[in-house]
């Protein structure tokens, strides 16, 4: 592979002996991983079902490989039914490396497509908030759908510069996640494409955006709150050089260790000004020494741990709800608390709890989208069946995987299920393959209209 002679040369100096060995990394092949959403699965359960032999990734409890060159998870019925994410093996440990707890508040300042916040919104568990954001709106698109499909309800989905974002959000959130816009070097192998965009946009200038990153963050972090910073390149101006910038700009954060593995090296104070020893307790992950792409992490405490109480739920007054919308919450086994449910012309969101006033930032979705209030009904959303388990629900047609009737719902036909239903059976049904819902269908006569979005159907 060809790669950029100032690269080659800065890798010498970064590797020394292990130079040989990183270069011929670029031989073998590429690694695929599938993280499974354990919002909707655990991974035992997983297990049983997995259509493919998956081998585990060794530091991360819900990772596996796949064989990419000849499998497509991403073409089958429960990657619709969100049971799993596609992600290179290495990205996935920064969302598992950042402590969230439930009912934390989390932010993911540069998210898009959602590898990460989907991981975190699954750690929340439907607790807390996910503020997950991306300066640019066109990828956030993306993470909406991603973060949808796996059924995450409490989060704002923005698309603001993070600078913004601070005087909304000062000292707001418990854990945030800075996946930096960086020059890309861990990606060559993977995308080769990348070599030409370092050639154009190089660490020298990632660093700066990097730097402006991580100072803003570090206003919207509570003090006690843990950050974790990441990139998927290997120059110390992107990595150790940002984090000793951010120790140098806010004192009072300390570097962590975070749980290891055999194949992770130390970070490298040596590359950086001030040589501080506590830059060794950052974490690289190169390819010729792990079976994953290249990584760089650094996990930081700000200030002291104080002794505050846990935030108790806030709960409102209780509102009134338009008749349609109790009448279909009646269906669902959940206690939802009415003054979380917001009206916006049609439409219906369930939000997080305890979020500060939004006016004047660029978002995409503000919690839960449950529906829309149509004439004297009420019609669900595609993201409330994601969010729903199928217990949950008390009107069900679930589909074993070999029925042909899954692939005509994903494809977005109109269904025969005469013989899974009685002749008076009407209304929203939670269509569900193996018991994991894919999306709604209105009965009607014994067949069922197809509700599924649109926009997210199977094209073969
Ligand atoms: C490494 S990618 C994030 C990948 C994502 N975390 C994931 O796991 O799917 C970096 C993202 O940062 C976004 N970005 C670039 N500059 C930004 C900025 N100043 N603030 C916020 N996001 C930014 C890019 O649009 C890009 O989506």
């Excluded at 698309?159 to 816009?181: C, M, Q």
């Excluded at 006033?357 to 149509?374: A, N, P, S, V």
């Excluded at 299920?417 to 049904?429: A, I, M, Q, R, S």
Aim: proline share 7%; aromatic share 10%; net charge negative.
């Amino acid at each position: 592979m060809n790669l950029p002679k100032v690269f080659e040369e800065k890798m010498k100096d970064l590797l020394g002996s292990e130079y040989e060995a990183y270069t011929a990394c670029y031989d073998e092949p590429r690694h695929y991983g599938l993280r499974v959403n354990t919002a909707k699965i655990s991974v035992e359960d997983f297990l049983k079902i997995a259509p493919w032999p998956l081998e585990p990734v060794p530091w991360i409890h819900n990772g596996f490989y796949y064989d990419g060159d000849n499998i497509q998870p991403s073409k089958h019925p429960y990657y619709f039914a969100g049971l799993y994410y596609l992600q290179e093996p290495s990205a996935m440990t920064p969302a598992d490396r950042l402590p969230v707890e439930p009912g934390d508040r989390v932010l993911d300042v540069c998210a898009a497509p959602g590898g990460k916040a989907t991981e975190l919104g699954a750690k929340l568990g439907g607790t807390g908030v996910l503020a997950a954001n991306d300066l640019s709106s066109s990828r956030a698109k993306g993470l909406l759908k991603n973060l949808e499909l796996f059924g995450i309800g409490n989060v704002l989905i923005l698309s603001e510069e993070p600078g913004k974002l601070v005087s909304y959000f000062p000292e707001y959130f418990d854990k945030i996640l800075i996946d930096a816009p960086c020059s890309g070097e861990g990606m060559f192998r993977k995308e080769k494409k990348m070599v030409k965009a370092w050639e154009e946009h190089g660490p020298e200038f990632f660093s700066k955006i990097q730097r402006s990153i991580v100072t803003q963050a570090a206003q919207m972090l509570r003090p006690g709150g843990m950050l974790l910073y990441s990139t998927c390149t290997f120059s110390p101006e992107e990595n150790e050089q940002t984090i000793e910038y951010l120790l140098q700009e806010y004192p009072e954060f300390k570097i962590c260790e975070m749980e290891g593995y055999e194949g992770f090296a130390d970070g490298m104070p040596q590359v950086t000004e001030s040589k501080n020893p506590e830059l060794e307790k950052t974490v690289r992950i190169f390819p010729h020494r792990m079976k994953g792409e290249g990584h760089f992490l650094a996990l930081l405490q700000k200030g002291e741990k104080q002794e505050e109480g846990k935030r108790l739920p806030e709960s409102g007054k209780n509102k009134k709800l338009p008749e349609e919308l109790e009448e279909f919450l009646g269906h669902i086994d959940r206690k939802f608390d009415s003054s979380r449910m917001d009206l916006r012309g049609e439409k219906v969101y369930y939000m997080p709890e305890g979020l500060p006033r939004l006016r004047g930032i660029r978002f995409l979705r503000t919690g839960l989208l449950m529906g829309e209030l149509k004439k004297n009904r009420f019609e669900p959303s595609q993201a409330l069946a994601m969010n729903l388990k199928k217990e949950e629900y008390d009107q069900v047609i679930d589909l074993p995987l070999e029925d042909e009737r899954v692939m005509k719902y994903l494809k977005g036909e109109t269904l025969d299920v005469e013989d899974l239903v009685k002749p008076k059976d009407k209304g929203w049904y939670l269509i569900c393959v193996d018991g994991y819902p894919l999306g709604f269908g209105k009965l009607v006569n014994q067949m069922l209209k197809n509700k599924y979005l649109p926009g997210w159907r199977w094209n073969s």
